[in-house]
């Protein structure tokens, strides 16, 4: 079991920034999905267990980091240069049999409870 605690999101204009974190029970793989109104939930960018591995979607290449600090078991998501299209409700995901993560949303083992982005124009 792993619980997820996330925190940091709100309301931004275009081009502002934005961390989010997430904090973890235990040391995981983790990552961050996003799920837009009327949308299918989507992968932003994963870590593995180790921090040295990372994936991003080409959509926020170049403009998201995903780190983590593994003394504290938690991630975060540095968003720079936020657009309106970057608005959703963003979760934080854990995957516990594995080092690595996965970006399909179905292999994905624990959720957050989400936090709000919401990008004004």
């Known amino acids: 079991q792993v619980q997820l605690v996330e925190s940091g999101g709100g309301l931004v204009q275009a081009g502002g920034s934005l961390r989010l974190s997430c904090a973890a029970s235990?040391?995981?793989?983790m990552g961050w999905f996003r799920q837009a109104p009327g949308k299918e939930r989507e992968f932003v960018a994963t870590i593995s267990r180790s921090g040295l591995t990372t994936q991003y979607a080409d959509s926020v290449k170049g403009r998201f980091t995903i780190s983590r600090d593994n003394a504290k078991n938690t991630v975060y998501l540095h968003m720079n240069n936020l657009k309106p299209e970057d608005t959703a409700l963003y979760y934080c995901?854990?995957?516990?049999?594995?080092?690595?993560?996965?970006?399909?949303?179905?292999?994905?083992?624990?959720w957050g409870q989400g936090t709000q982005v919401t990008v004004s124009s």
């Open positions: 995901a854990a995957w516990v049999y594995s080092d690595y993560a996965a970006r399909a949303a179905s292999d994905v083992d624990y």
């Open positions: 235990r040391r995981t793989a």
